[in-house]
């Protein structure tokens, strides 16, 4: 099973040799594909062979390509992610609605519980009304409980002055570790068959990934815990490898301890199985363990 997040930050040349990634700077380093989960390219000064960019596609090992400021700013996703593709994408057009509407009521309940379950846990008494919010979400969350509980939730955790707009170091964090969780759920969704354009509530034309921005929300909250325990003052390389650890952290999934990579595996395939199968008893979250 691959697990290794590999990230080039400095200027290197890439290419692909024998079943290996090979990374030349002042020495050169080979790492067997087999073993790749993710590669992130920080440094804009990298170049890479088309030869590696397809072995890579192959291999279904996300590429996730930085701007200048070493944000995430593009991803490498394949057109096919297995062999009954079309298949696949006619069970997912095929959605119904009332599907689509069970499925993500779901994920909306379990994204406030996993909220109030991280404030209870540093004792903020603002949980009691996350846990409120969360029995209140309705069929397809039609009064936007996740609204009301995300702005509760965002001042309780980072203050009262705290907005997701603002430009400072926090935000910066979260907006790469969502970036990183994102991708991780496009391959997912493309490795399984299916098209990350269409959506279970995202439906933005101009967003190419609605689907995975769907089914990551319980996910994020693993991100907002490892920000609030770094409460960075800068988002730099040392910050931004904390957030990376993320996805080798441990959760409970199925009744057994998984990484959290593996995790969005088997969470995803239980997603689509409760959408084929219009179930949402079939869905599998993970349990924290913070």
């Known amino acids: 099973m691959s697990w290794r997040t590999v990230v080039i930050a400095s200027s290197a040349k890439l290419d692909y040799q024998l079943g290996f990634l090979v990374i030349r700077k002042e020495d050169t380093v080979k790492i067997h594909l087999g073993e790749i989960s993710m590669l992130i390219v920080e ?7 088309a030869a ?3 072995e890579l596609t192959k291999k279904k090992i996300k590429v996730i390509f930085c701007d200048e400021k070493r944000n995430p700013s593009s991803e490498l996703v394949s057109y096919y992610g297995c062999h009954d593709t079309s298949s696949k994408i006619r069970r997912q057009l095929n959605w119904t609605e009332d599907a689509k509407a069970s499925i993500w009521t779901n994920i909306v309940r379990e994204k406030i519980h996993k909220q109030a379950e991280l404030l209870e846990r540093y004792r903020l008494a ?4 996350l ?3 969360m029995d209140e979400v309705r069929p397809n969350d039609d009064s936007n409980r996740e609204g009301h509980a995300a702005k509760v939730y965002f001042n309780a955790l980072f203050g009262k002055d705290f907005t997701r707009s603002l430009e400072n170091s926090t935000n910066a964090a979260l907006n790469y570790g ?3 969780i ?3 759920f496009n391959r997912e969704i493309v490795a399984n068959g299916y098209i990350t354009q269409l959506g279970l509530f995202h439906d933005n034309m101009f967003n190419q990934f609605n689907l995975g921005s769907d089914l990551m929300e319980p996910f994020r909250v693993l991100v907002d815990c ?3 325990n770094m409460m960075p003052q800068k988002f730099e390389h040392e910050e931004k490898v904390t957030i990376l650890k993320i996805l080798q952290q441990e959760v409970r999934i199925g009744n057994r301890r998984e990484y959290v990579n593996n995790a969005i595996k088997i969470y995803c395939r239980s997603v689509f199985d409760a959408l084929n199968e219009n179930d949402a008893l079939l869905i599998k979250f993970y349990e924290n363990e913070l």
């Open 131 to 133: 846990y409120k919010y």
């Open 182 to 184: 994102l991708s991780a």
């Open 52 to 54: 590696l960019l397809s």
């Open 178 to 180: 969502y970036g990183i």
């Open 43 to 49: 440094n804009t000064s990298v170049s890479l062979t």
């Open 126 to 129: 603002e949980s009691a009304m």
């Open 226 to 228: 490892a920000v609030k």
